[in-house]
C-alpha cells in the first residue's frame, strides 16, 4: 500500500511543474481536436493550464505557500539555562554538487552550517556541552555528513562534538536514523537546523519518531508578485509545493500507521 502511494504522490507532483502542465494540456488539446471533440471543451483546458503557469510563475500562488511553511519559523527565541546540559544540535544536509570532478556541498548547506555553529559557539562561550549531530548521507561519493564535517572542523568545532550520521537518503531518512542515535544520547534539548520552507515537514517527520526538536531555519525563500510569469517565481513556487505535498504525505501516512 505505502509503494502505491509514494507512487501517487509522485505523479500529482507533477501537476506542480509548469512544463508537464504545458505538455498535457498540449496532449489533451491534440487528443480532442483528433477526435473532434468539442471547441469549447479544448479552450477550457488550455484555458486552465495557462492559468495555472500564471499563478506559480508570477508569484501569487508562491507568497501563499511561503507563510504557510515558513511564518512560523521566523523569530524562534532559543531559551538557554545557564546550568550544565547535554544539548545536540541535528543539521540536515542540503545537497552535495559534483562540478569539475569535485564534490562541494549545495549553496543551501552552508545556511545550515552557520546557523548551526552560532548555535554551537553560543553554547560554548559560556562553557556548556554541546554535540553537532550532522544528517545526511546524499548521492554523492562522499556523504553529506562527510563534508559538513570537514568544514565544521575548519570553523574550529572540536572532532569529538561532532556526530555523523551517513546513512539517510531523505528527510524520512534524516528523522528515523538520527532519533535511533538521540535515543542513545539522551540529550537535555535538540535542535533541528534546516531550510525555513523544508522546516514544516522535517519537524513533522522527528515527532512523528517521539522527538519534539526546536526548530531554528538557516534560510528562508519568497517569490516576487510580479505581472508577468518568470521562472524565479516558477521554480521556487514548484520547491514549495513539492514540501506542501510532502506535509500532506507524512500527515496520511501518520493517520494510516505507515511511519515509523
Avoid at 498535457?24 to 493550464?49: Q, Y
Avoid at 535515543?183 to 517521539?210: C, E, I
Wanted: aromatic share 12%.
Amino acid at each position: 500500500m505505502k509503494f502505491l502511494l509514494d507512487l501517487l504522490f509522485r505523479v500529482v507532483q507533477l501537476f506542480t511543474e509548469p512544463y508537464f502542465l504545458v505538455f498535457l494540456a498540449v496532449v489533451i488539446i491534440a487528443l480532442l481536436k483528433r477526435k473532434n471533440k468539442r471547441k469549447n471543451l479544448r479552450i477550457g483546458v488550455g484555458f486552465f493550464a495557462v492559468l495555472m503557469i500564471i499563478f506559480i510563475g508570477n508569484g501569487f500562488l508562491g507568497k501563499l505557500t511561503s507563510g504557510y511553511l515558513q511564518k512560523n519559523y521566523v523569530s524562534t527565541v532559543v531559551t538557554k539555562n545557564r546550568a550544565p546540559q547535554n544539548p545536540v544540535i541535528v543539521v540536515l544536509g542540503g545537497g552535495v554538487v559534483d562540478f569539475e570532478h569535485t564534490e562541494k556541498l549545495h549553496t543551501m548547506s552552508y545556511s545550515r552550517m552557520v546557523t548551526a555553529y552560532q548555535l554551537y559557539h553560543e553554547y560554548k562561550t559560556n562553557n556548556l556541552p554541546c554535540k553537532i549531530l550532522i544528517s545526511g548521507k546524499g548521492r554523492g561519493h562522499k556523504s553529506e555528513a562527510e563534508l559538513f564535517s570537514e568544514n565544521f572542523k575548519r570553523m574550529g568545532v572540536s572532532d569529538a562534538d561532532i556526530i555523523k550520521e551517513d546513512k539517510s537518503m531523505n528527510t524520512y531518512q534524516n528523522a528515523k536514523y538520527s532519533s535511533k542515535i538521540l535515543q542513545q544520547m539522551a540529550p537535555s534539548d535538540v535542535y533541528l537546523v534546516t531550510s525555513g520552507f523544508h522546516m514544516k515537514r522535517s519537524m513533522a517527520l522527528f515527532q512523528t519518531f517521539g522527538l519534539n526538536p526546536v526548530p531554528q531555519a538557516s534560510d528562508f525563500i519568497d517569490t516576487e508578485i510580479t505581472v508577468f510569469p518568470n521562472s524565479y517565481n516558477a521554480a521556487f513556487t514548484f520547491v514549495m509545493l513539492k514540501e506542501v505535498l510532502g506535509i500532506w504525505q507524512v500527515q496520511l501516512y501518520n493517520s494510516l500507521g505507515l511511519n515509523g
